[in-house]
């Protein structure tokens, strides 16, 4: 048994996945090994550290208060938060929570419950890591929040804005200490694709590469680089994350048989799920290995139709029973996302990890993966990275000409993503789905 940094295992999950030769590396979350955030960079194959931060001054820390004083779940519901800032206006000024210093940042610990910073959760309750200072503070508490309004709104989005200046001034920090091009991010802090996008469109690297599963789940395949390269071996870009369980055809046909199921078998399914999408039906979509990650990306995924400006709507209220602002991802044709989106010279963006403003002209176009703010969480599909879902979407544009499908994880609120035909089955039935593409086998629930 080998023991590793879990930071340094972070570190190693972005960098040896990158295919990056050097790379400065930034890691953020919660904590982890006493650290909350980490500065690296990468010398002859070799990560060396520059500058952690020691929790509780921690990124994470402190994005998981504006979560929970909003209502919400820490380490669950953040990306709500991400959501909702995009309706307000970063128009409150948070230095006296957190700020940027000559160094790094500083979080004022004064406004934390240090009791409830141990990481340990309660599955029934949550307690809070702020105190009652900061509801003093800011003038709401999330036990009296009955509806959201623009104060909740405007405070989401100061914070937002807040933690895009911090991770800016981090990065101009680290690319003016070792002159990279390139930067990696791992950790949970790195899944808020609306802070990637701020460094993105910040031109300070050239090359920016975040890891698909920052979360804590990538933690096991950093340390699986770690201790490989310590022994000699070598790695190639990290280019797809179709990683999990797979089902046979006769696996999956056997399922619906015990299920009772009726079901048609189909030599395209592509096809079918293409010509559905273009009547505005909602898909399930289940094939293949599943995604490694906390992103669907056309393994495991529910589909529908961006045109239909009413289908967000739809799909929340019918399918993911959630919250109404919450936004819906575009999967485009790598070939053609140049033409929707503005894309600031990335060429690809294969694992959903960062927003993209959509071209002025084309907001009209594809309504339902469109933020409020202008933007999509976007994902290029290339035939090479998973040819099945290229061709479904690519049956799609040839039917409407455009080469863009909403795609939303295969799961409800609070449930994890479908891995098994008969939690497929489960989903479908439970959920306002019209219709499973799960291997060659076709289930509408006219039949």
């Known amino acids: 048994i080998v023991f590793k940094n879990h930071h340094l295992c972070h570190a190693a999950s972005a960098f040896y996945s990158s295919g990056y030769k050097d790379s400065c590396i930034l890691t953020s979350d919660f904590s982890g090994d006493g650290i909350s955030s980490g500065l690296y960079y990468t010398k002859n194959n070799k990560i060396k550290t520059h500058k952690l931060f020691k929790k509780p001054q921690s990124l994470g820390i402190f994005y998981s208060m504006i979560t929970q004083v909003l209502g919400f779940r820490r380490d669950s519901d953040e990306y709500k938060v991400m ?18 210093t000559s160094d790094g940042y500083y979080l004022n610990e004064s406004y934390l419950n240090k009791l409830n910073l141990s990481g340990t959760l309660l599955p029934s309750k949550q307690e809070p890591v702020y105190n009652k ?49 390139n930067l990696c991010i791992a950790g949970g802090v790195g899944l808020n694709c609306v802070m990637n996008q701020a460094i993105l469109q910040s031109k300070i690297f050239k090359n920016i590469f975040i890891q698909p599963a920052s979360s804590d789940a990538g933690t096991a395949l950093g340390a699986a680089y770690l201790v490989s390269n310590d022994n000699g071996y070598k790695f190639n870009k990290l280019e797809n994350v179709y990683l999990g369980n797979s089902y046979s055809n006769n696996y999956i046909k056997s399922s619906l048989k015990n299920s009772s199921a009726k079901f048609k078998e189909v030599k395209y399914p592509e096809k079918v799920a293409a010509k559905l999408l273009s009547e505005n039906k909602i898909v399930g979509w289940f094939q293949g290995r599943h995604e490694y990650g906390p992103r669907a990306l056309g393994s495991r995924s529910i589909l529908a139709n961006p045109m239909n400006k009413n289908m967000k709507d739809i799909l929340n209220k ?24 503005i894309l600031n010279d990335q ?8 927003t993209v403003d959509v071209k002025s002209e ?20 290339s035939k090479k990275q998973n040819k099945i879902y290229y061709e479904l979407i690519n049956e799609f544009k040839k039917r409407t000409k455009v080469p863009i499908v909403i795609n939303t994880s295969f799961n409800v609120s609070g449930e994890p993503i479908v891995d098994t035909p008969e939690q497929a089955l489960a989903a479908f039935f439970s959920t306002g789905m019209d219709a499973l593409l799960i291997g060659n086998f076709y289930l509408d629930k006219k039949f």
């Not at 029973?321 to 575009?330: G, H, I, T, V």
């Open 318 to 341: 019918k399918v993911k029973f959630r919250e109404q602002f919450r936004p819906f991802a575009p999967s485009c044709l790598e070939k053609d996302a140049k033409n929707f989106f």
């Open 362 to 381: 084309k907001k009209s176009k594809i309504p339902s993966v469109v933020h409020v703010d202008g933007t999509a969480r976007l994902q290029t599909v």
């Open 133 to 181: 200072n900061i509801l003093k503070k800011i003038n709401f508490n999330p036990s009296t929040i009955k509806a959201y309004n623009s104060h909740h709104y405007d405070f989401a989005a100061s914070a937002q804005k807040t933690l895009n200046e911090i991770i800016i001034h981090l990065t101009k920090k680290l690319q003016k200490k070792f002159n990279s091009q």
């Open 83 to 100: 959501g909702m800032a995009s309706y307000g206006k970063p128009t409150l000024d948070l230095s006296w929570l957190i700020k940027k």
């Open 347 to 354: 060429k690809s963006f294969p694992f959903m990890t960062f």
